[in-house]
């Protein structure tokens, strides 16, 4: 099996910075793309930011030159950084992987439990 395991979410006032990281663990060949998503209250879920397995990266453009998503291949965990938070960030934010479990075997993407993040004003 595969699992994501975040850290990092919390309280912090508008203006303020988190870190959240995001482990992953289990049956892995490889990982292809990473990313976290967010999900308000009474909204959908949305994509934060991507990066793929060539360090390529997209971010949603609310999140644009506050927010940084980076990975680390050998310890297989990615990294956002959010600096200059506001409270429409407020949101559980996930963390996502497409892993390819084997050799041959096509990557399935996998969710972890998601991280409360609260800005306040």
């Known amino acids: 099996q595969v699992q994501l395991v975040e850290s990092g979410g919390g309280l912090v006032q508008a203006g303020g910075s988190l870190r959240l990281s995001c482990a992953v663990s289990?049956?892995?060949?490889?990982?292809?793309?990473m990313g976290w998503y967010r999900q308000a209250p009474g909204k959908q879920r949305e994509l934060v930011a991507r990066i793929d397995n060539a360090d390529n990266t997209n971010y949603a453009d609310s999140v644009k030159g506050r927010f940084t998503i980076s990975r680390d291949n050998d310890k297989n965990t990615v990294l956002l950084q959010m600096n200059s938070l506001k409270p429409e960030d407020t949101a559980v934010y996930y963390c996502?992987?497409?892993?390819?479990?084997?050799?041959?075997?096509?990557?399935?993407?996998?969710w972890g439990q998601g991280t409360q993040v609260t800005v306040s004003s």
């Open positions: 996502a992987a497409d892993v390819q479990r084997r050799i041959f075997f096509s990557a399935q993407r996998y």
């Open positions: 289990g049956s892995i060949f490889s990982i292809n793309a």
